[in-house]
């Protein structure tokens, strides 16, 4: 059983940026994707972007040319740099990491507000 544990998290001015990180009990070297997801209140989650096990990235239109996300195998940790932050990017934002099972954070919330 692999935990993730997110952070990172907290209130930013429009503009502004935050680096979330989710750290992993275990290797994160036998997951195939690690993912980041949103969701806002009344909202259904959404896939915020993905990095695969060779490096490959995929990110929603939305998140595209403002946020990235990266993984360090060596440090069991996944991060979602976002830059240039809105308020429709205020959500609960949840790591994910995907091999033989799949694997959630408890989240962390994201405010983008002035």
């Known amino acids: 059983q692999v935990q993730l544990v997110e952070s990172g998290g907290g209130l930013v001015q429009p503009g502004g940026s935050l680096r979330l990180s989710c750290a992993a009990s275990?290797?994160?070297?036998?997951?195939?994707?690690m993912g980041w997801y949103r969701q806002a209140p009344g909202k259904q989650r959404e896939l915020v972007a993905f990095?695969?096990?060779?490096?490959?990235?995929n990110y929603a239109d939305s998140a595209k040319g403002r946020f990235t996300i990266s993984r360090d195998n060596a440090k069991n940790t996944a991060y979602l740099q976002m830059n240039s932050l809105k308020p429709e990017d205020t959500a609960v934002y949840y790591c994910?990491?995907?091999?033989?099972?799949?694997?959630w954070g408890q989240g962390t919330q994201v405010t983008v507000s002035s």
């Open positions: 994910n990491a995907n091999g033989r099972s799949a694997y």
């Open positions: 275990g290797s994160i070297v036998s997951f195939i994707t």
């Open positions: 990095i695969t096990s060779g490096g490959s990235t």
